[in-house]
């Protein structure tokens, strides 16, 4: 079924009626780990990895073999502020890029053994300026949560949700202030490169933005309508339909956590099927993990957004899983234990 929701009230109740792992699977795929040929903990975070993926794939001896990557790109009202060193053209430029295989995620993607696909969710018509008025309608936020929804491949195992939009760094900080406080600075980084004034100029208007939308403070969805956008919504939606078909996630960067904190704070739990990729060198992502309880994969000092992170991370759960389904016990090798 491609459509089980028609507004954000349902959307909201799919919220609190999500699917958790296979516990079953779970103490197999650990039962298996403490008999593979290598000393207790000797893989470190790669065993914890393989078991967290087998309890959500109801498989204690899982493979990755249909990886599925996302791309969400949307347009943006506040860019009318000034907050972006790039116009808003750039998004549709980029999503021919995306289109045409061009792009860094194309490119971690087929390394990665991974399906790329490109929604372009109304480029022609961006959100709202966030600091007059909420970014989408409802009906607008449903069409978004809709699009990524319907896009995730049930046939998939892993998913990564990324993004293009410019201006969406913004919107992203003014979620995280809206979810966690602080200030607008704590939250606010350089985006596509932003200059020391400018950086200021966008601070205050996440700050302008969250005051003008006081009352979604602290409330998920509430504040992804306000202050998000379509393309951050859409990676929302993904996250939770394949939170119901059981399909692990790779976070990205700083603006699909931003979509993730929004679910969190809607449902304590809601993330529970998804690990970070990475964490980029954006401005406020290390602290939105840690508000999630996210460790990430990688430290790079990625800060390109389009799932790139994410995807990169793909070969790391390729290879956790690898070594737990197919190495040999103890007793398969022949191989006296300690």
Same mark, same amino acid.
Request: aromatic share 2%; charged share 20%.
């Given at each position: 079924m491609t459509q089980e929701f028609a507004s954000v009230e349902e959307f909201c109740q799919i919220l609190q009626d999500l699917p958790g792992e296979d516990a079953a699977a779970r103490a197999a795929a650990s039962a298996r780990n403490e008999?593979? $040929?290598?000393?207790?903990g000797a893989l470190g975070r790669l065993e914890d990895l393989a078991q967290w993926y087998a309890g959500w794939r109801g498989d204690?001896?899982?493979?990755?073999?249909?990886?599925?990557?996302i791309v969400f790109a949307g347009n943006h009202g506040v860019v009318a502020q000034g907050i972006s060193a790039f116009p808003?053209?750039? $998004?549709?430029?980029?999503?021919?890029?995306?289109?045409?295989?061009?792009?860094?995620?194309?490119? #971690?993607?087929?390394a990665a053994g991974a399906r790329l696909d490109?929604?372009? #969710?109304s480029l022609d018509r961006p959100t709202? =300026?966030? $600091?007059?008025?909420?970014?989408? $309608?409802?009906? =607008?936020?449903? =069409?978004?949560?809709?699009?990524?929804?319907? %896009?995730? =491949?049930p046939k998939s195992d892993l998913l990564v949700v990324g993004e293009m939009g410019i201006g969406n760094t913004t919107a992203a900080s003014a979620i995280a202030l809206a979810l966690y406080g602080g200030t607008a600075e704590d939250w606010t980084g350089r985006g596509t490169g932003l200059a020391d004034a400018a950086l200021a100029h966008k601070a205050e208007v996440v700050a302008r933005a969250v005051e003008t939308h006081a009352a979604c403070r602290g409330a998920g969805i509430e504040a992804l309508r306000c202050l998000g956008g379509r393309e951050i919504a859409a990676m929302a939606g993904a996250m939770v339909r394949a939170r119901r078909l059981r399909i692990p996630v790779i976070l990205d960067g700083f603006i699909c956590t931003a979509a993730a904190a929004a679910l969190q704070s809607a449902c304590a739990g809601a993330l529970d099927h998804a690990?970070?990729?990475?964490? /980029?060198?954006?401005?406020?992502? !290390?602290?939105?993990?840690?508000?999630?309880?996210?460790?990430? #994969? @990688? /430290?790079?000092?990625?800060?390109?957004g389009?799932? /790139?992170? &994410? &995807? #990169? %991370?793909?070969s790391i @759960? !390729?290879?956790?899983?690898?070594?737990? /389904?197919?190495?040999a016990t103890f007793a398969e090798a022949g191989v006296a234990e300690g």
């Open positions: 008999a593979l $040929t290598k000393p207790p204690p001896r899982p493979m990755i073999e249909a990886p599925q990557v808003a053209e750039v $998004t549709a430029q980029m999503v021919a890029n995306f289109e045409a295989g061009g792009a860094a995620v194309n490119q #971690l993607a087929k490109v929604h372009a #969710l709202e =300026d966030f $600091t007059k008025a909420p970014a989408m $309608t409802h009906g =607008d936020l449903v =069409d978004a949560l809709k699009a990524g929804w319907q %896009a995730v =491949d690990v970070a990729g990475h964490v /980029s060198a954006e401005a406020g992502h !290390r602290m939105l993990l840690e508000k999630l309880g996210k460790a990430p #994969l @990688l /430290s790079l000092g990625m800060r390109l389009e799932g /790139s992170g &994410a &995807a #990169l %991370a793909i @759960l !390729r290879g956790a899983l690898a070594c737990h /389904s197919g190495m």
